[in-house]
């Protein structure tokens, strides 16, 4: 079972708080709903985090919303933040936009509400998911940097001896192909061997055998 929204509410209406508790309980959006109405409830709600949602009316006796917004940008800003308030007029609305508020909802209008509470939660989820993929992004760039700064390559064209199998370095000296490559990168060797030579060894150790006195 989900557990409920958390919403942190700062409004000094107690009417317009029961209002927009009941037409979010109306929207199926089953809440949990902290009510503030000055800066220092607001202040210590934010200290003790977990709200998944801030409503905020945008004028209130002891504090503003574009305070509260200001804090939120600080402490939370990961927390959609949307303004249920009466008329703010347009230029004040696209002034809490422009400051980092989701969304705003004007009193008398409450039907849209529920569809900006919704529409807000998912952005922060999609947000949430592409910050998420972008984290793994730059893991998976600096893990292959890391990989790639360990890497030695062998490069060009390299000298060897058709007969013994060693190979001529840039000073003329000739090396076992095992320290040449050891030398050149961070190849590490375990020896073996493989069937064709076990085969031969063995047709050798025959021979030796049957030609002993």
């Known amino acids: 079972m989900e557990r409920k929204l958390r919403i942190l509410h700062l409004e000094d209406s107690g009417s317009d708080a029961e209002l927009i508790r009941e037409n979010l309980a109306d929207g199926g959006i089953d809440c949990e709903i902290a009510l503030v109405q ?17 409503l905020a009316d945008y004028q209130l006796p002891l504090f503003d919303g574009l305070s509260a917004l200001a804090i939120r940008q600080e402490r939370c800003p990961d927390v959609p933040f949307v303004f249920v308030s009466g008329q703010i007029g347009e230029d004040r609305a696209i002034e809490s936009l422009k400051s980092g508020a989701t969304d705003y909802v004007i009193k008398d209008r409450l039907s849209r509400l529920v569809p900006a509470v919704n529409r807000a939660l998912a952005e922060e989820r999609e947000k949430a998911r592409r910050k998420k993929a972008e984290e793994e992004r730059k893991r998976l760039i ?3 940097s890391e990989a790639l700064a360990r890497v030695k390559t062998l490069t060009g064209l390299l000298p060897i001896c058709s007969s013994c199998k060693r190979i001529r370095d840039d000073k003329g000296s000739w090396s076992q192909i095992e320290s040449y490559i050891s030398l050149h990168s961070d190849a590490e060797f375990s020896h073996g061997v493989c ?14 055998k049957r030609n002993a006195p």
């Open 142 to 144: 600096h893990e292959l």
């Open 38 to 54: 000055t800066r220092e409830d607001f202040l210590a709600a934010i200290g003790r985090g977990g709200f998944d949602l801030i």
């Open 195 to 208: 069937p064709d030579c076990e085969k031969k060894a063995y047709e050798e150790l025959k021979t030796m």
